[in-house]
């Protein structure tokens, strides 16, 4: 079974610039999350969607962040303009079920904002 | 928000000792899971946790479910070099699926 898919795997851009991350989740799992992971924190969770609806985004900053799930299946997440303080890893997991389950994640986007 | 505080932050041991991390809520979930991140992957699930009072084993890793539902703690026998990596520890509410976070354990084996 393939795992989450994430790319890109890195990206470097300048404060103010726009950038968008992608995410397959594995086939069947109808609930997809995004996560931030600053340096020497834990993941936060940003949005939870649950098929092509969202569920959760109380912690997304939606000033600038955005998130769509078209169809269900992949995700992208956008940032504009993006920040300093947006420097982190962006990581995708995805569950069978929303509810207490197993999340799979993916091996993230490393996100460096110069 | 809930706020999970997790530690040690970091442990430097020898080969072969046992390791225990524990991870503490202000408020109550109703699941608890332990995760392993090696550098520049996502987080590897280890151990999840549903009742109050659990104890489960994975190999050489114990995690118990604290009965007051606000505490898990995660245990590592006989560590080998291959246990480094950051430890984290997660909180799931019912109905939500989310997970709530703790800031990790970074392990270290020393040959």
């Given at each position: 079974e393939a795992g989450v898919a994430q790319s890109p795997r890195y990206k470097i851009i300048e404060k103010r610039q726009s950038v968008a991350f992608w995410c397959n989740p594995i086939s069947g799992h109808a609930t997809l999350y995004w996560y931030q992971q600053i340096l020497g924190q834990g993941p936060k969770l940003l949005i939870q969607f649950q098929n092509n609806g969202v569920v959760d985004d109380s912690q997304l900053p939606k000033d600038r962040f955005s998130a769509e799930r078209l169809k269900g299946v992949d995700s992208t997440l956008k940032i504009q303009?993006?920040?300093?303080?947006?420097s982190a890893v962006y990581l995708c997991a995805s569950s069978l079920r929303r509810g207490p389950d197993t999340q799979y994640f993916g091996p993230g986007t490393r996100l460096t904002v110069l | 928000g809930q706020q999970l505080n997790q530690s040690p932050q970091s442990m430097f041991i020898q080969e072969g000792e046992d390791v225990s991390m524990n991870c503490t809520s202000s408020s109550i979930f109703n699941t608890w899971l332990w995760y392993k991140q090696d550098p520049g992957e996502g987080p590897v699930l280890l151990i999840a946790l549903y009742k109050a009072g659990e104890l489960t084993s994975n190999g050489r890793l114990t995690a118990q479910f604290g009965i007051t539902r606000k505490d898990s703690f995660l245990n590592i026998s006989a560590s080998i070099p291959s246990d480094v990596g950051i430890y984290f520890c997660a909180g799931q509410l019912a109905n939500a699926g989310k997970s709530t976070f703790g800031d990790g354990t970074t392990l270290t084996v020393k040959p």
């Open positions: 303009p993006a920040k300093l303080e947006d | -």
